[in-house]
């Protein structure tokens, strides 16, 4: 028996800010373009909003370096407006989520010009600074060898006091030292602080990095001959993590506000569980990141690996057979702002297959149990980055380090950098930055015509828009709003139901299937994650009835089904 929350059932909607909706022609979108657009995502069926950063922050890496929890970035718009939103929302029955990034802050949050302003600083301890080590010819090398997140030596070198401070992500973004009582207490306050105004939940940025081990030891070598390495063994879930956790829930449970952290490279179930599990007190659920490392090689995010159907069914049967049934909850999601659209990289973004295959992706998300997330513009099937645009075009801090970084390598010769260009048009976080397509006016009415945005749009806005898709019952969009609507119908069964993993091979490699079962009501689903139309034999079918398909025309006879290139079918043992 599983207990019903408000938040198991949730439908949330990330909105990244800077690409939603530009309102007073800045070319940057505002909090005011959220405030109009509300309708629209309530009219999707979305319950709740996950908000990315808003806060006030330098922008080195897109508001995830904060430098004031409790101010708005200025741009943006204001804290009235924020008050506003609130409670526009609240009166739609929605709830709020924020971001909360307190593994690390700006470089120019007052605590850390503080911490880094004198050795003998109140605040020098409520970062992580150490000494240099001096290598054989006396030159100086950081504290250890670990190798930041988004490149080169994850210490940065701070010249006044001749000490490093730990930046696992960008030097501009310090890592916060958790260890120390009194940066926790400051945390929660300002936690409070948005708890008060109404906020109804976080999503915690970098979560599990959050406790290092406490004698930063050097990593082990992984990429042999290269300086800096992957020191994840150190400061990813580390000793104490349960401990604050646990501590961080008692400020949340007082509100019974909604968590979400962001896993990183703790993968097995064992711990994800002892993250999750209810008995723990810790928190509501993660996201895993397995589900956008689909298509990750093995030496990283840019190397090539292809997507098989294979990884998706076993990342599917490991997590939906193991969580809910031992006290804890999924989250189910494939897109964010941090990777490349789940349609160009797991289905197809070719005219022929694109709306086929956004919606056999809604399909697949509805269809699992777990609160779900969906990403603004996966709602009209936006794609990637088209081919023909230049490096020059792409903004991302990581994914232009990555490049540069190889470009350096292969000695500066950009005639062979065609492999890295191919891989960023997969999976560079800028894809899903890409200004969210309203109309066919210029610009995708996302701002003025005469405007320039932050980000280029997609040239595709002109067929690829809301507002086409809102006029037609064909679109993506609509499909969307049909499959909402059922699983809400459906929720004992789609939310909350068992599930039932159908073995791979059961009806071929491409397939990907699976039961789902609330009392005598079942559903089986049948998604054809390949371009290749596959014949599919299901004996009982004379007494099941199809409950969605993103097809039309479905072609079931005598036990067979006969799956076009990205069908996904729905099967039902109930009369509708
Ligand atoms: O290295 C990873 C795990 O394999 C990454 O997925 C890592 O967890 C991720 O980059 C963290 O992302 C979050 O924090 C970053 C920010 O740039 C991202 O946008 C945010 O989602 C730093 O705050
Ligand atoms: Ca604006």
């Known amino acids: 028996h599983i207990e019903r929350r408000w938040w198991k059932e949730a439908v949330v909607y990330q909105i990244y800010p800077a690409s939603f909706l530009d309102t007073n022609n800045d070319g940057i979108g505002d909090i005011g373009g959220i405030l109009s657009?509300?309708?629209?995502?309530?009219?999707?069926?979305?319950?709740a909003i996950w908000l990315s950063p808003i806060y006030a922050s330098p922008q080195k890496d897109m508001g995830y370096d904060v430098a004031d929890y409790r101010s708005i970035h200025e741009p943006y718009g204001t804290l009235e407006q924020v008050k506003q939103l609130i409670q526009e929302l609240h009166k739609r029955s929605m709830k709020l989520i924020m971001d909360l990034v307190v593994n690390h802050t700006s470089d120019q949050h007052a605590w850390f010009i503080d911490s880094r302003s004198s050795r003998k600083s109140l605040r020098r301890d409520w970062y992580f600074w150490r000494d240099p080590n001096y290598d054989a010819d006396g030159i100086r090398q950081p504290p250890n060898n670990w190798r930041s997140i988004f490149g080169g030596s994850a210490w940065t070198y701070d010249q006044d006091t001749n000490q490093y401070y730990l930046s696992l992500f960008l030097p501009s973004q310090p890592d916060l030292n958790w260890d120390n009582e009194a940066v926790r207490q400051s945390v929660y306050d300002d936690i409070e602080y948005w708890l008060d105004l109404g906020v109804d939940g976080f999503r915690i940025d970098s979560m599990n990095l959050m406790s290092k081990h406490q004698d930063l030891p050097d990593a082990p070598i992984i990429f042999p001959g290269e300086k800096y390495q992957p020191g994840d063994k150190w400061f990813a879930s580390g000793p104490r993590m349960h401990e604050y956790l646990q501590e961080m829930r008692k400020v949340f449970d007082k509100y019974d506000a909604m968590t979400v952290g962001e896993l990183g490279f703790t993968k097995d179930v064992k711990?994800?569980?002892?993250?999750?599990?209810?008995?723990?007190?810790?928190?509501?659920?993660?996201?895993?990141?397995?589900?956008?490392?689909?298509?990750?090689?093995k030496e990283g995010k840019y190397v090539r690996d292809d997507f098989h159907p294979d990884k998706l069914r076993s990342i599917t049967n490991q997590w939906q057979t193991t969580l809910a049934q031992n006290g804890g909850w999924n989250s189910v999601y494939m897109d964010n702002h941090d990777s490349g659209r789940s349609l160009s990289r797991y289905g197809s973004d070719l005219p022929k297959y694109r709306s086929h295959a956004a919606k056999l992706l809604a399909i697949y998300l509805c269809s699992v149990s777990g609160t779900l997330f969906l990403f603004q513009g996966q709602e009209i099937g936006m794609a990637n980055i088209p081919k023909n645009w230049t490096i020059e075009e792409y903004i991302d801090v990581e994914g232009r380090n990555y490049y540069n970084s190889v470009l350096e390598a292969r000695g500066g010769d950009a005639s062979r950098m065609q492999d890295v260009l191919d891989q960023l048009r997969l999976k560079a976080r800028d894809n899903g930055r890409l200004p969210m397509q309203w109309n066919s006016s210029s610009n995708a009415g996302f701002t003025g015509s005469e405007i320039r945005p932050w980000m280029r749009v997609n040239d595709d806005y002109n067929l690829w828009n809301v507002e086409n898709q809102e006029n037609d019952s064909q679109s993506v969009l609509s499909f969307w709003k049909k499959i909402l609507k059922i699983r809400k119908e459906y929720m004992d069964l789609f939310v909350y139901g068992t599930f039932e993993p159908i073995p791979a091979g059961t009806y071929g490699q491409n397939i990907i299937a699976y039961g789902r079962q609330d009392g005598s009501q079942k559903v089986v689903v049948l998604l054809n994650f390949s371009d290749k139309e596959c014949q599919v034999q299901f004996d009982i079918m004379d007494t099941w009835r199809v409950l969605l398909s993103n097809f039309e025309n479905y072609d079931c006879n005598n036990g067979k089904i006969v799956l076009h290139p990205y069908q996904g079918i729905i099967l039902c043992n109930w009369d509708k």
């Open 271 to 297: 711990s994800v569980l002892e993250y999750v599990a209810d008995s723990r007190h810790e928190l509501n659920m993660v996201f895993t990141g397995d589900i956008v490392d689909m298509d990750f090689g």
């Open 37 to 47: 657009k509300l309708d629209h995502i309530k009219s999707l069926g979305a319950t």
